[in-house]
């Protein structure tokens, strides 16, 4: 040994401890990578459970902990739980023929069950939000299991584990499962294969790679999984590691949020973001269901919670994944207009719930709380996620500055509707114009003519069609029609009162039974359950408030100084019971100064998932409140939106709560990464190209690497 050598070991610090303070080993299963510290702020502890769990807790944890890439979801089943009645592994848009619902997500093969000697707890399981990687340690009567796993968003339908099994691992052979392959009874398929290695030695290692390819057109070849399969392998189980790592970094560089001052409020914003962009990816199309990948509940049935919730996170955090949503409507375009047209109308109407190809798919009929069969009438009367298809595309364009996109390919999802609109439209002898028998976003009323939201959607939507056709000159094929929209937006009654400020849910609607939230318990409650479908009706209680939505979503198309009369007067009758509802409040309570209401229900809103509140979690993830999380933090206590001519300038209007030190965002913002930290007093505005924003009414340019704005 050289004099150097020896110097620099005596030099070395000592070993680490094998393992970090919380039990977790210093490397993953196998010595495929380091493993990480825990951060409260960005890791998801389940600990310690016992044998035991019952089905809903065990499907809630499969739900939280479920990892995927945008086109394969695997819950968090335990490796050595039996296979049960939910299935653990999904692939978006494939769908089979299913009762009563017409279309569900077809179930594939598991790929993570181990043959294990004995009963295990659950033990302690880790979400790195970080990386996508998922640990357990599990220590039973025969040993400890410690594995390891991840769904590869650079490979999307790759997904590793690694385990260290214990002696009764030993002697276990190494094998290449045959291809699985599974038909969809609606045409396209899955084939499903992996490769598992044990590795000997003084603590028996596992190391799996497996591969899911599906398409819900076609069945695709087993060559291509085993193509895929091979160039895995290839890499192995440390190079895929070091490239999940890589791929999430560059994600959480453009795509973040922290609360200093409130690491759970940190997690859970780190939670829905991450749940979010595993649910989608940068494809031609992809279909986001109300659950996502994440369990079978809604059948995986597409609503207009892709397009208002999912979507904006999605264009101001990861643009290619927004246009891959707005990819799975111009492909079904065609059978919006179908529909329309059989209908009488002119134009497209999207359906309330989309599966394969585009049909409305809602089921017509349920079950209610006594048994007794109802008709369900959404998929005939809830028509505002026509307006709400448009608003998608619109606010993709707004927040990625891609104009083309309107003026290209995405053109039709705002003229198609508007014709729809100018068809569906009735003109009084007055010549006001009306929208009958619809459904809004509360639901809890039905049938109701002139429905506020509906009517501000479609009226927003005539308009920004009007505009298009503007924009493309006189020799537009639109050019005729735009004057026509332009009319009937005007002519549109939405209910708005001048005297008090306030807008009418609907016709008639202050005149029903005058009850509050208050009058039926502590907020979410089942009102359809305390009062009945026929008083619910008849009363002023609402599931989520429509008038407030449409100010959250188009706030240009409501009375100046409208929100606060309609806050004051709404809120005490909104029983939130849609998980779609508290986000919402909390923005516009926010963006009203209301900071610390707003922050309460912040909270009820991360709370929906995260303590599974509405016990409907092991169903899967509610992605639309995941969204809604990360639009009223941004749109609501950081007050983002698009400002300036032609909106190009981005608006920074922070009203934060009392607990809040700082809140840091990142976002994409036509084409620049912007990092913002928000103070009470200033705001910090980092961007790698020159950028134009507002803050707080003052304008400025900001170059690169960023100033204050004071």
Known sequence: MSDA?????????????????????????????????????????????????????????????????????????????????????????????????????????GWCALDLPGALPAGRRVLDLRDG??????????????????????????????????????????????????????????????????????????????????????????????????????????????????????????GDVEVVGDPALTLAAR?????????????????VGARGLTGPAYAGHVFWDTDVFVLPALAAT?????????????????AARARAAAEGRRGARFPWESARDGRDVTPRRGIDQHGETVP????????????????????????TGRWSFLEGPGRPLVIEPARYWASRIRRDQQGRAHIDGVIGPDEYHEGVDDNAFTNIMARWNLRRAADLADRAGPASPEAAEAQTWRELADALVDGYDRTTGRYEQFAGYFGLEPLVAADLGRVPCPADLILGPAR??????????????????????????????????????????????????????????RAETALELLRLAAAIDLEDLTETTAGGLHLANLGGIWQAIATGFAGLRPGGPGAAALVVDPVLPNAWEELRLRLRWHGRVVRLTCRPEAVFVGCDRPLDVVVRGRVARVRPPGSWVE
């Not at 010595?31 to 990480?36: L, T």
């Not at 939670?271 to 279909?287: G, I, K, T």
């Not at 005490?572 to 909390?586: E, K």
């Open 318 to 334: 990861d643009p290619p994944l927004a246009r891959a949503l707005l990819g799975y409507r111009l492909r079904r375009l065609p």
């Open 376 to 399: 369900i009438r959404t998929g005939d009367l809830e028509e505002h996620v026509t307006a709400d298809v448009a608003w998608a595309a619109w606010t993709f364009a707004t927040w």
């Open 5 to 109: 050598t020896a110097d620099a070991r005596a030099e070395a610090p000592s070993p680490a401890p094998a393992t970090h303070p919380t039990g977790m080993p210093r490397t993953l299963p196998g010595g495929i990578g380091p493993a990480r510290a825990e951060d409260p702020t960005w890791c998801l502890v389940l600990g310690d459970a016992a044998t035991g769990l019952d089905d809903a807790a065990i499907g809630v944890a499969e739900a939280l902990l479920c990892l995927a890439d945008g086109a394969i979801g695997t819950r968090g089943v335990l490796e050595d739980r039996p296979p049960g009645a939910t299935p653990a592994v999904l692939a978006a848009g494939l769908y089979q023929e299913a009762p009563e619902v017409g279309e569900a997500l077809l179930g594939l093969p």
């Open 536 to 593: 619910l009706g008849r009363s002023q209680i609402v599931k989520q408030a429509d008038v407030l939505m449409a100010h959250h979503l188009v706030p240009e198309e409501v009375a100046p100084r409208s929100l606060e009369p309609n806050l004051d007067y709404y809120l005490p009758r909104t029983v939130h019971g849609s998980s779609l509802s508290p986000s919402v409040h909390a923005a516009l309570l926010a963006r009203a100064g």
């Open 133 to 254: 990687v998922l640990t357990r340690v599990a220590t039973g009567l025969d040993g400890t299991l410690v594995s390891a796993r991840f769904a590869c968003i650079a490979r999307p339908g790759v997904t590793v584990m690694a385990a260290e099994l214990g002696d009764w691992a030993r002697g276990e052979p190494s094998r290449t499962s045959p291809p699985v392959v599974i038909r969809s009874s609606l045409g396209g398929g899955a084939v499903s294969t992996m490769v598992s290695t044990v590795h000997e030695g003084p603590a028996p290692r596992l190391e799996r790679i497996a591969v899911t390819v599906a398409s819900g057109r076609r069945l695709p070849p087993v060559s291509r999984a085993a193509r895929r399969l091979a160039e895995a392998r290839r890499l192995g189980a440390s190079g895929l590691l070091a490239e999940q790592r890589a791929a999430w970094a560059a994600r959480w560089a453009t």
């Open 271 to 287: 939670f829905a973001l991450f749940h979010l962009r595993s649910s989608a990816r940068p494809a031609a199309e992809v279909a």
